[in-house]
């Protein structure tokens, strides 16, 4: 497994990744992250790869100063973070959870922890993000959609 920073030619890869409505409630599809990539050059996407295939998705929010969910300014957010569902159920999600301390202190050396949130009712996200290393501390935020509990990850 190999993950790295978007490129152009993952694109094609983007527009053919495929989630149920159900999970896909959750999260962003590539297409979408990348508009806002376009928009916003704080908003990293990233690409994990299995044997030259894509396989999961996600971005890095790496301005400190527009994390609402911490006044860590060494903080990194991890946003939209899924896999590909074609591929689940193969530990994908797990191990490029447990890669991603490594990569980001890779890439943002001055990051010191990664928060996510994950909505309430996604039980299989919690129990993964918690088998990956995060930790709920009690923190919640009030979102558009209803309740995000906040994780944490020292690095």
């Keep these: 497994m ?3 920073k978007y490129e152009s030619e993952d694109f094609q890869a983007a527009l053919e990744y495929c989630l ?14 990348l508009k806002t990539f376009q928009c916003d050059i ?20 790496t301005d400190g100063s527009g994390n609402m969910y911490t006044n860590n300014k060494q903080a990194i957010l991890l946003k939209s ?22 990569l980001v202190k890779e890439h943002y050396k001055d990051k010191s922890e990664i928060i996510l949130t994950v ?6 996200a919690i129990s ?9 501390k009690g ?4 979102g558009e959609y209803g309740i995000e ?7």
Excluded: C
């Design 2 to 4: 190999k993950i790295r």
């Design 20 to 33: 149920p409505p159900q999970q896909a409630l959750y999260t962003s599809m590539p297409v979408e992250v």
């Design 42 to 61: 704080f908003n990293q996407p990233f690409v994990v790869y299995a044997d030259q295939q894509l396989v999961g998705w996600f971005a890095l929010y």
């Design 81 to 102: 973070f899924s896999i590909d569902a074609r591929f689940q159920k193969r530990k994908f999600a797990l191990d490029s959870l447990q890669l991603l301390p490594k």
């Design 119 to 124: 909505h309430e009712t996604n039980h299989a």
């Design 128 to 136: 993964l993000y918690r088998k990956a290393g995060f930790i709920h």
């Design 139 to 142: 923190e919640n935020y009030h």
């Design 149 to 155: 509990m906040i994780f944490h990850m020292s690095l």
